[in-house]
């Protein structure tokens, strides 16, 4: 009999690596490398990270569906998921055991979506809201990840890995901005970084991005051996993103999407692993 809920266990963990697939071509191959367990926990948690993300990024409003509603109704979704131990849905169930498996906190949940329902109201940020933004957008994304890699809680200096993993999920979330500045500002009407983006403003926010992903790289050696070739690599990647975004000016990045070319991806994830060992 448990073999039909092996099964479906199975058919879930496929289902959430297919989100991360979809929507994140850098993320998904930092995952590839990380150990099987890590990988599908890592995955599963993603998936229900990423359905947020696209409820208040204009998929529920396409869809004429109000994303307040549905953006409240999915956290309760998420928040209670972990009680039962079968879902219809593929993506709770995967993230259902996932929790479970790795004692996840309800609280960094909580955090995560006061952030998203930030984005149903469009305004330009102030330094404080965006701060805010950012612990519950990013930050308490890289504390649950440091979670799943340790899930007995047996971690080696861990004031140290979790200000590593808070200060990579912040450097991802403000490339991330960058990168995303003319569509969060034309079409969805947010201003994490004000209304305009001039190349002084940029410069100051890739000096913090090069100081945050700097305080990450000194955590990595404190990680599991099946953990610190896939985070390495996401480094790696998004440096690259941000030295991208050095060299290209402000009004060109408000524009267009940089990306990181596959072939690049490919030599920088297989150095960051060769650096850090898998």
């Not at 995952?31 to 890592?42: E, F, H, M, S, W």
């Not at 953006?71 to 849905?89: C, G, I, K, M, S």
């Not at 100051?204 to 690599?233: M, N, W, Y």
């Amino acid at each position: 009999m448990n073999s039909y809920l092996s099964r479906y266990d199975t058919m879930a963990d496929r289902a959430a690596a297919q989100v991360i697939a979809q929507y994140s071509t850098s993320f998904s191959l930092a995952t590839k490398v990380l150990a099987p367990g890590v990988r599908r926990d890592i995955r599963n948690f993603y998936a229900v990270v990423r359905i947020a993300d696209e409820i208040v990024d204009g998929a529920a409003q396409q869809a004429y569906a109000d994303p307040e509603t549905l953006l409240n109704a999915y956290e309760e979704q998420v928040l209670q998921a972990p009680n039962q131990r079968f879902h219809t849905d593929p993506v709770l169930h995967a993230w259902a055991n996932t929790y479970r498996r790795c004692r996840l906190n309800a609280e960094h949940l909580e955090a995560f979506f006061a952030s998203m329902r930030a984005d149903l109201n469009p305004h330009a940020f102030s330094p404080a809201e965006l701060e805010t933004y950012i612990y519950g957008s990013a930050e308490v994304i890289g504390l649950m990840c440091l979670d799943i890699f340790f899930p007995e809680r047996q971690t080696p200096h861990p004031e140290k890995l979790q200000r590593g993993a808070r200060a990579l999920g912040a450097a991802f979330q403000r490339i991330n901005f960058l990168r995303d500045f003319g569509e969060d500002q034309g079409s969805l009407g947010r201003a994490y970084f004000g209304r305009m983006l001039d190349d002084d403003t940029k410069h100051a926010i890739t000096t913090t991005i090069h100081t945050e992903l700097d305080q990450a790289l000194e955590a990595i050696p404190l990680l599991p051996r099946g953990v610190r070739g896939g985070v390495a690599a996401a480094e790696a990647l998004f440096r690259e993103l941000t030295e991208i975004a050095e060299r290209t000016p402000a009004a060109q990045l408000t524009q267009q999407r940089i990306s990181v070319p596959q072939r690049r991806k490919i030599a920088l994830t297989a150095k960051a692993i060769a650096r850090v060992g898998l």
